[in-house]
């Protein structure tokens, strides 16, 4: 399985991928994993949920790359189904995300300066109602600005704007009391 | 570290477990997953059962109107032996009359 490293080879990896290359979809796999993985993951707290999510994402992926135009695409595309298929598998199950007590919790790459604060962190963002948490994820996890953010998750970006803006409160709110 | 600086490395990307890539293209290979061909197969035997259900409803209301036909049909040529029969009855009335004079 090869590393993809520019746009271009990206770009070149989708050509094969349409042909039917099974490598080229692979490292096409391997270079987004990370990114769909961690959305869902930040989203149910919930490794194997995640991966279901991924694998579903990227099954879609495969049946759709004639309709994927670019890199930029992908990565815009990506983003959005894998939001959406969290959104929707929360609703359709009633299922709360699990709380980072139960969840054997997955290393980041980069070690947190504080661990303690990190985990407090992420345990009051997965007590934030479903569409904030996903917002904040793209927000933090993507770098994606409201403009970028509501192409993502079709809303208006005064309302991203406004999610955002009270997940912040909260968050700032719970973190001050503790 | 000020909240944003907290939320991004709490938000940081992980890796998912070893071999994600390859059991995403194991599953690209196999088709649609179990529960999806489930899903078909359930579709497929709502739509064959529906199937069923009007071609039988089809049939018999087909088999009822010719039992019907049959049956009015049945009540006109005996209603016209009847008519006959009374007729012929009134045709030997009058044609015994008619020599008794």
Not at chain 1, 52 to 66: A, K, T
Not at chain 1, 117 to 139: G, H, N, S, W, Y
Not at chain 1, 142 to 166: A, G, W, Y
Not at chain 2, 68 to 97: P, S
Request: charged share 30%; with cysteine; proline share 4%.
């Amino acid at each position: 399985m090869t590393a993809i490293v520019t746009e271009a080879a990206v770009e070149t990896a989708l050509d094969r991928a349409r042909q039917g290359d099974a490598d080229a979809f692979a490292a096409i796999v391997s270079e987004h994993e990370a990114m769909v993985f961690s959305l869902a993951y930040h989203f149910f707290n919930d490794s194997a949920r995640a991966e279901e999510i991924g694998q579903d994402v990227f099954l879609q992926l495969y049946r759709n790359l004639g309709s994927i135009e670019g890199p930029a695409h992908l990565t815009h595309w990506l983003r959005q189904v894998t939001s959406r298929k969290c959104i929707d598998q929360l609703r359709r199950s009633k299922l709360r995300a699990v709380p980072l007590e139960v969840v054997g919790e997955i290393e980041s790459p980069a070690r947190p300066a504080d661990p303690l604060l990190d985990r407090k962190v992420r345990q009051l963002i997965a007590e934030l109602p479903d569409v904030q948490r996903m917002i904040l994820t793209l927000r933090y996890q993507e770098d994606l600005d409201p403009s970028e953010i509501c192409r993502v998750v079709e809303m208006p970006v005064n309302t991203v704007k406004s999610h955002l803006h009270r997940a912040l409160q909260s968050l700032r709110r719970r973190l001050g009391e503790q | 570290m000020d909240l944003e600086s907290q939320l991004k490395s709490a938000l940081a990307r992980k890796q998912p477990p070893p071999g994600f890539a390859s059991r995403v293209v194991a599953a690209v290979n196999r088709g649609p997953r179990t529960e999806e061909r489930g899903r078909f197969r359930w579709r497929a035997i709502a739509a064959a059962a529906m199937l069923t259900v009007i071609l039988g409803g089809w049939t018999a209301h087909e088999i009822a109107e010719r039992r019907e036909g049959e049956r009015a049909r049945n009540e006109v040529l005996l209603a016209l032996r009847i008519a006959g029969a009374k007729v012929r009855y009134a045709q030997t009335q009058v044609h015994d009359i008619g020599s008794k004079r």
